[in-house]
């Protein structure tokens, strides 16, 4: 009887050991571990305007060899999913980004400390003109932070600055 419940055991623990290694990022994704979940931002709006809403899954894809982003402002006004994964042949984290409204980017991205860092983004068939993208996010206190510059008919915008909490919402698309 001793001899089945040690066995017992081993395969639990063996299990267990093997659900933890399943659940592993590659170390290139390392910096992102911290954002894995849903968060929501709440966008500062000028008085008058409607409330804008973003809402984002981060999730361990592909055995852990990428990180798949979803997410929709205003419950599905605008949405977009990304894919990030490590590029050997580059040498760099790359990262492609698909919208419901019909453009998509393709960038790299730099890590400038565990809890920090940027991409840059080329914009194809965005309508309004924007080219470019530039953000820097930073994690820190269980919230990130993204600021965000836009290459838009040749000028950069001044940066937004947008604050992500921890959220139970779900991402809609419509």
Excluded at 18 to 27: G, K, R, V
Excluded at 96 to 118: D, I, W
Aim: net charge positive; proline share 2%; glycine share 6%.
């Amino acid at each position: 009887m001793a001899y089945l419940k040690s066995f017992l055991l081993s395969i639990c623990l063996c299990s267990l050991s093997a659900m933890a290694a399943e659940q592993q990022l590659d170390d290139k994704l390392k910096v992102f571990e911290p954002y894995l979940g849903t968060w929501q931002s709440d966008f500062n709006v000028s008085a008058g305007k409607p409330a804008v809403q973003d809402v984002s899954t981060w999730q361990r894809a592909l055995n852990g060899t990428a990180i798949k982003t979803i997410h929709s402002i205003n419950e599905g006004e605008y949405g977009g999913e990304s894919m990030i994964f490590w590029d050997n042949k580059k040498q760099s984290l790359v990262f492609y980004y698909f919208t419901t409204a019909g453009f998509y980017t393709q960038g790299t991205m730099n890590v400038l400390s565990p809890t920090q860092f940027v991409a840059y983004e080329n914009v194809t068939g965005n309508k309004e003109g924007i080219t470019k993208v530039k953000s820097t996010s930073e994690f820190k206190d269980n919230s990130f932070v993204v600021s965000t510059s836009y290459l838009k008919k040749g000028q950069w915008t001044k940066p937004d600055t947008r604050t992500y909490t921890r959220s139970e919402k779900t991402v809609k698309f419509k």
